[in-house]
């Protein structure tokens, strides 16, 4: 009998592209999908193709052991909560502890490159989560993203329109990877029905600087694009002032040019195209494909 399958996060960017790739590149029978999120009215379109639909509350670990009955193989995409210090930690160990309860044989997880010993201050939820893992009676997969490419869209829309882009991440390179071939892994990852215990680092087939990506983006669009090297801690303030967002929040995103900045984000692997068979997507293709939205920006 196959496994059934189950993706957590499945309303969210990556939830449903790897949904997608279940369906539509895998052909996975939509009877052995289910899929789980906060918001199941978001997910009707997928019920009506008979994937089932199950609301997941991380936070309540009766409602995730009902979210995970009857499934044998699950995804475990990071939540969202950033809201104060290990409560995406804590979560998650909810969510492993219900899948162990309910007879989940196989658990995906999607991390990060080094955990270990990070700079990026939610390094340790994800560091935290494969040692639960790992001293869990599961079998697991873990999927190490490197930053994804769309994660630029965070930054390059404010960069274009004032022709400078703020960065504390020196010249420390990053191994950017597109979120829908991190989607293809893990659903590839999902499905296989390996019960190895195996780590895999995803990333791009090259890595770059803020100044590599800044001129590639400029050539593309026909805008220029400084970029202004500043401490981290301006960095923070900056953030904070042209946002509003809360100066922990900010730190978080900080953090992430402090580790470019240590090296911990260079590294390209060939993880993707052993764990999937193919290469992966070129950053100039990538941006290619997305030059509509960023000469609109």
């Known amino acids: 009998m196959s496994d059934t399958l189950l993706v957590t996060g499945a309303s969210g960017h990556l939830g449903q592209l790897v949904i997608t790739h279940l369906l539509d590149t895998l052909k996975v029978p939509p009877n052995r999908i289910i899929a789980t999120t906060r918001h199941p009215e978001k997910l009707a379109a997928l019920a009506a193709k008979g994937v089932t639909v199950r609301p997941a509350d991380f936070d309540d670990i009766a409602s995730l052991t009902a979210a995970f009955s009857g499934a044998q193989r699950l995804l475990l995409i990071s939540t969202d909560?950033?809201?104060?210090?290990?409560?995406?930690?804590?979560?998650?160990?909810?969510a492993v502890a219900a899948a162990a309860k309910?007879?989940?044989?196989?658990?995906?997880?999607?991390?990060?490159?080094?955990?270990?010993?990070?700079?990026?201050?939610?390094?340790?939820?994800?560091?935290?989560?494969?040692q639960a893992l790992a001293a869990s009676s599961?079998?697991?997969t873990l999927l190490r993203d490197c930053w994804y490419m769309e994660n630029l869209f965070m930054y390059l829309p404010s960069a274009l329109?004032?022709?400078?882009?703020?960065?504390?991440?020196?010249d420390g390179k990053v191994a950017y990877v597109s979120r829908a071939d991190c989607a293809r892994a893990a659903a590839m990852a999902l499905a296989s029905g390996d019960t190895s215990k195996a780590t895999y680092t995803l990333t791009g087939s090259e890595a770059f600087?803020?100044?590599?990506?800044?001129k590639k983006v400029s050539a593309l669009v026909g805008k220029p694009i400084a970029v202004v090297h500043v401490p981290v801690e301006g960095l923070i303030q900056g953030m904070v002032a042209a946002t509003g967002m809360p100066e922990p929040?900010?730190?978080?995103?900080?953090s992430f040019d402090t580790n470019t900045k240590a090296g911990r984000a260079s590294t390209v692997t060939g993880d993707f195209q052993k764990l999937t068979g193919a290469a992966p997507q070129k950053f100039a293709d990538w941006l290619d494909a997305n030059k509509a939205v960023l000469r609109g920006a």
């Open 81 to 94: 909560a950033l809201d104060r210090p290990g409560h995406r930690l804590a979560q998650h160990k909810n």
């Open 102 to 130: 309910t007879g989940v044989k196989h658990v995906v997880y999607t991390s990060m490159p080094l955990p270990e010993d990070s700079p990026l201050l939610i390094a340790p939820d994800h560091l935290g989560t494969e």
């Open 138 to 140: 599961l079998s697991w």
């Open 161 to 170: 329109a004032t022709g400078q882009w703020y960065s504390a991440a020196g």
């Open 209 to 214: 600087t803020t100044e590599d990506v800044a």
């Open 249 to 254: 929040v900010a730190a978080i995103f900080a």
